[in-house]
């Protein structure tokens, strides 16, 4: 019987960095990798420690430096790369070596110039030569999305029997959809000897906008692992986003999935992610937006006011966000203005608020958004402000 509880691969550090302009340096990724541990991230890709001699410092270092996660180094089927990402890790209370290769007839063909049966042998050396470092081995069958699901159950077959544990398949131009991703997962789980010896794992980009969409298909048809980026960040489009899957299952608990992550913190990284790297988060991104608890239509407005759960599905406090907002624009009724004053000390009864609300409008036609000062000055300059003050 398969574990409920769904690991968490957080790859913010490796996939995520190679956005460009987004190169961190090791002192900023030491910060980040120090929170993902307290976050509950169980898997940290510390980076790919053949790439450069900064990445194999950072690696170094973050071995060294976290308690309770799982430090991973990505390699090739190079012996040399996996070589120098064990010595990389060496340091490291957990150590895995992620290595593998290209999988789908357009990677064999014209990537690498070989054949299936070639890219079945190297798969299967570069697992033992792994197994020899550590215990911990990772493979990813890259450009698994596109690669025939018989071959990907040989390779599968294959590298389970040079010791991996864990089969990362990715979906790595994004060009899945869901039910064509957790169907792949489905047939392997189905059709791979020896798949109870290995964990799935689920490595979805964001190409078409379905990468959250088929990690959550690729756990429910049997993967254990999603391999995510704070923000969604990574090559191209990104990656699947750490803060969307985890939040889909814990408010979907009928799925009888879970995670390890202190939600609470999602938030505060988001923001740590995003100024380290100098990479603006959009501000309707779910979850961790701006605008992910705002609202400024006044029917929403007056249905959260009087109760949250009208237009929110997630309490905010659930994912470190202090409260919804209440942002009062030229679609903003009557229920929001007059919240929005009591908050700053202003208790309006219902004539008050008719008599200030036509100046409200003029006001919010003028301004993107009415402020606390704003708010201040229509009620100072209304009619009934004495009345008002005097209550």
């Given amino acids: 019987m398969l574990n409920k509880n769904v690991h968490i691969f957080d790859t913010t550090l490796r996939d995520g960095e190679q956005v460009p302009g987004c190169k961190l340096n090791t002192e900023q990724k030491l910060i980040i990798a120090e929170q993902l541990d307290f976050l509950g991230v169980d898997i940290i890709e510390a980076g790919f420690p053949v790439s450069s001699p ?30 120098v990402a064990a010595e990389a890790l060496k340091y490291a209370k957990k150590p895995r ?10 990677h064999i063909q014209f990537k690498f110039k070989s054949t299936r049966e070639d890219i079945l042998k190297r798969a299967y050396d570069a697992v033992k030569y792994a197994k020899s470092f550590v215990e911990d081995v990772e493979f990813y069958a890259e450009d698994a999305g596109r690669t025939d699901n018989e071959f990907l159950a040989r390779v599968c077959e294959t590298v389970i029997k040079a010791g991996a544990t864990v089969l990362n398949i990715p979906d790595t131009t994004g060009y899945c959809l ?7 997962i489905k047939y392997l789980r189905e059709n791979v000897k020896g798949i109870d010896k290995a964990i799935l794992s689920c490595h979805c980009h964001n190409d078409l906008g379905l990468a959250t969409a088929n990690s959550i298909e690729g756990v429910i048809n049997g993967a254990r692992q999603i391999e995510c980026t704070i923000n969604g960040i990574g ?12 939040m889909i299952l814990k408010q979907h608990p009928y799925l009888n999935l879970d995670t390890n992550i202190k939600t609470e913190m999602l938030y505060g990284i988001s923001h740590l992610v995003s100024d380290s790297m100098g990479i603006y988060t959009q501000p309707n991104k779910a979850i961790v937006g701006a605008n992910a608890f705002a609202h400024s239509s006044g029917i929403h407005q007056d249905g959260v006011i009087k109760n949250r759960e009208t237009y929110e599905i997630i309490d905010p406090k659930d994912v470190g966000v202090t409260e919804s907002s209440i942002v009062l624009t030229a679609r903003s009724g009557r229920a929001a203005l007059a919240y929005r004053a009591k908050n700053i000390g202003f208790e309006l009864t219902k004539l008050q608020l008719d008599e200030i609300y036509s100046t409200f409008l003029e006001f919010a036609d003028k301004k993107k958004e009415v402020d606390d000062s704003d708010i201040h000055q229509i009620i100072e300059s209304s009619k009934v402000y004495k009345e008002i003050i005097s209550a």
Avoid at 235 to 246: F, H, K, P, S
């Fill in 97 to 106: 070596i992620h290595t593998g290769i290209g999988t789908s007839d357009s």
């Fill in 178 to 184: 869901p039910h064509e991703y957790g169907a792949k």
């Fill in 235 to 246: 090559e191209r489009a990104g990656n699947t986003a750490l803060e969307e899957v985890v």
């Fill in 54 to 83: 900064g990445d194999f410092k950072s690696v170094e270092a973050i071995s060294k430096l976290i308690k309770h996660a799982t430090v991973c180094g990505l390699t090739r089927s190079v012996e040399n790369d996996i070589k």
